[in-house]
């Protein structure tokens, strides 16, 4: 009787999943959801443009297969999409060099991309390179005047800065496009405060506050509402705020992160 071979075959498996996600489900549990979601369709795209096949999916794990190694270690620096991908990953694990470095490889190839030029600016801002990103931001707003994305950064990272006038102008010109955009709407609170208007700045960031999920955005807008209320003499409905934001940031990403 023939003896039956063994049939054998060279592959390589990804596993991945995601660092502390029951925390992250305890503290926010459709903010979680969602960001892996926009994460998982990231990961998915980069399988599948390498040939890989994603054969498990079990809560926020994923496992693919590549029939081919060299498939996939492989990425096309002639492909501006993979290139912006592989950005974001970067981005998402706190590898901010090279995230700006793969974006500004895509826009080399493909320099039309507002949202390329935006996620770079973003970047950026995180390493503290101001006038790099405020070049980036208007390079987006350059290719397109209604990128409500670009203009509502833009606008806070002039507001971080104490650059007022440039900061509700940007606001300002994003909401033409994009009415009540929580982000461009805290920007002016957080103006008001800066100039010194605090009633103002404390019925923006209350207007604003029950409408926002938690996230960074909510977490920031908190402090400044504490500040606010410090300000005016209101400590014991500061501390509350605070103790609110403190929860907040235990949940969010302690590397890479999208901003606000």
Same mark, same amino acid.
């Given at each position: 009787?023939?003896?039956?071979?063994?049939?054998?075959?060279?592959?390589?498996?990804?596993? &991945?999943?995601?660092?502390?996600?029951?925390?992250?489900?305890?503290? !926010?549990?459709?903010?979680?959801?969602?960001?892996?979601?926009?994460?998982?369709?990231?990961?998915?795209?980069?399988?599948?443009?390498? !040939?890989?096949? *994603?054969?498990?999916?079990?809560?926020?794990?994923? *496992?693919?297969? @590549?029939?081919?190694?060299?498939?996939?270690?492989?990425?096309?620096?002639?492909?501006?999409?993979?290139?912006?991908?592989? $950005?974001?990953?970067?981005?998402?694990?706190?590898?901010?060099?090279?995230?700006?470095?793969?974006?500004?490889?895509?826009?080399?190839?493909?320099?039309?991309?507002?949202? %390329?030029?935006?996620?770079?600016?973003? *970047?950026?801002?995180?390493?503290? +390179?101001?006038? +790099?990103?405020?070049?980036?931001?208007?390079?987006?707003? &350059?290719?397109?005047?209604? @990128?409500?994305?670009?203009?509502?950064?833009?606008?806070? #990272?002039?507001?971080?800065?104490? +650059?007022?006038?440039? /900061?509700?102008? /940007?606001?300002?010109?994003?909401?033409?496009?994009?009415?009540?955009?929580?982000?461009?709407?805290?920007?002016?609170?957080?103006? !008001?405060?800066?100039?010194?208007?605090?009633?103002?700045?404390?019925?923006?960031? #209350?207007?604003?506050?029950?409408?926002?999920?938690?996230?960074?955005?909510? @977490?920031?807008?908190?402090?400044?509402?504490?500040? %606010?209320?410090?300000?005016?003499?209101?400590? !014991?409905?500061?501390?509350?705020?605070?103790?609110?934001?403190?929860?907040?940031?235990? $949940?969010?990403?302690? *590397?890479?992160?999208?901003?606000?």
């Amino acid at each position: 009787m023939e003896e039956t071979g063994v049939k054998r075959k060279l592959t390589v498996i990804l596993a &991945a999943d995601v660092e502390g996600y029951s925390r992250l489900m305890g503290v !926010d549990e459709e903010a979680t959801h969602k960001t892996l979601r926009a994460y998982r369709e990231i990961i998915d795209g980069l399988i599948a443009r390498h !040939d890989g096949r *994603v054969f498990s999916t079990a809560g926020d794990s994923v *496992v693919a297969e @590549f029939g081919s190694a060299v498939e996939a270690v492989r990425l096309d620096p002639q492909d501006a999409k993979a290139m912006a991908t592989m $950005g974001t990953v970067h981005w998402m694990t706190g590898k901010l060099e090279l995230a700006a470095k793969a974006y500004r490889s895509s826009l080399t190839l493909r320099p039309a991309e507002p949202g %390329v030029h935006t996620n770079l600016a973003m *970047v950026l801002q995180k390493l503290n +390179q101001f006038d +790099q990103a405020v070049e980036s931001y208007k390079s987006a707003l &350059a290719i397109d005047p209604t @990128f409500a994305d670009a203009n509502g950064h833009l606008a806070y #990272l002039y507001a971080s800065r104490n +650059q007022i006038s440039g /900061a509700r102008k /940007a606001a300002a010109a994003g909401l033409k496009t994009k009415s009540g955009d929580p982000l461009m709407l805290f920007v002016l609170g957080l103006c !008001d405060r800066l100039e010194g208007d605090l009633e103002a700045a404390k019925a923006q960031f #209350l207007s604003l506050e029950p409408a926002l999920p938690s996230g960074r955005l909510l @977490f920031e807008l908190l402090q400044e509402l504490a500040k %606010v209320l410090e300000a005016t003499g209101e400590a !014991d409905e500061a501390a509350k705020y605070i103790a609110r934001a403190d929860r907040i940031k235990a $949940g969010l990403p302690t *590397v890479g992160g999208a901003g606000l």
